[in-house]
Nanobody, 119 residues
């Protein structure tokens, strides 16, 4: 399972750091990422990171958000700087987890953590 933490309420321009730890039967975690869903909108990809550290960002967060991971801890992080009201959403972590060697990776989702940015 994936357990996310670190959400909260901040003023515009503030910072937050989200964490998401995977637990359970894990042989290897491949891609990890963060998605978000604002009220009335579809869930969208914010950023992702491969196992070897290659990253991808939505245009709306480039230069403000940074994704990182600790493979030894099976954890992915999202550092969010210069937050804007439009960043307000429920943030979900995502990971492709291989439970045993030779098995296909399975997509897993965290429970979501709320980020609220006030103007």
């Amino acid at each position: 399972q994936l357990q996310a933490s670190g959400g909260g309420s901040v003023q515009a321009g503030g910072t937050l750091r989200l964490s998401c730890a995977a637990s359970g039967v894990i042989f290897r975690i491949n891609d990890m990422g963060w998605y978000r869903q604002a009220p009335g909108k579809q869930r969208e990809l914010v950023t992702s990171i491969t196992r070897d550290g290659s990253t991808n960002y939505a245009e709306s967060v480039k230069g403000r958000f940074t994704i990182s991971r600790d493979n030894a801890k099976n954890t992915v992080y999202l550092q969010m700087n210069s937050l804007k009201p439009e960043d307000s959403a429920v943030y979900y972590c995502n990971a492709w987890i291989m439970p045993f060697a030779g098995y296909n990776s399975r997509e897993r989702w965290g429970q979501g953590t709320l980020v609220t940015v006030s103007s």
